[in-house]
């Protein structure tokens, strides 16, 4: 996985199936790096006290790895969630889980979904398979994200607002 910047912009799709975005994806240029597969998520927090700054602290097991998260409050857009993001990889999931119990973090939310991961010099893909819709997050610079979805023949209206977090919690999920 390449170097992340510090801030995340991203765009999250509602797509009535995956299936139809492979080809489409491989017309633009992206190529599959990760083929689909399930993810576990898990969102940890202290009292709310994460959650009240309007910040995330997630671990996530997918693709033979497990790597922490932290997400940063939202930056204001109209369409496209901009947030601070720093992300590592993990050697020993089970012991980080327990260092986050030590410090007094408890799992908060629990999700699952499908995904297939596609690249393309300046863009990220996945297409996201979830208990309640399908998805196609959009991650790089926004003329890169607006293109892209120019391209895949995807309407502004089609943009999920919500996180997937939200998403869950709305779906009566986690």
Not at 8 to 36: S, V
Not at 98 to 105: C, D, H, P
Not at 134 to 142: K, M, Q, V, W
Request: charged share 30%.
């Amino acid at each position: 996985m390449r170097h992340k910047p510090a801030v995340e912009t991203e765009l999250k799709l509602r797509i009535p199936a995956t299936g139809p975005y492979r080809p489409l994806l491989e017309a633009l240029g992206f190529r599959e790096t990760i083929p689909a597969q399930p993810e576990l998520s898990l969102l940890w927090d202290r009292d709310g006290d994460l959650r009240a700054a309007g910040s995330a602290l997630r671990t996530r097991r997918f693709a033979g790895a497990f790597r922490l998260t932290w997400k940063g409050p939202k930056v204001p857009d109209a369409m496209l969630k901009i947030r601070p993001e720093h992300e590592t990889g993990i050697e020993d999931g089970e012991a980080l889980e327990a260092i986050l119990r030590a410090l007094g973090y408890a799992p908060v939310l629990r999700m699952e979904k499908v995904r297939a991961v596609w690249e393309r010099e300046e863009l990220e893909a996945c297409l996201d398979e979830t208990p309640f819709g399908c998805y196609l997050e959009l991650e790089g610079e926004p003329q890169a994200i607006r293109a892209a979805m120019e391209g895949l023949g995807l309407a502004p209206d089609r943009a999920e607002p919500r996180s997937y977090p939200e998403l869950y919690q709305a779906n009566g999920l986690g």
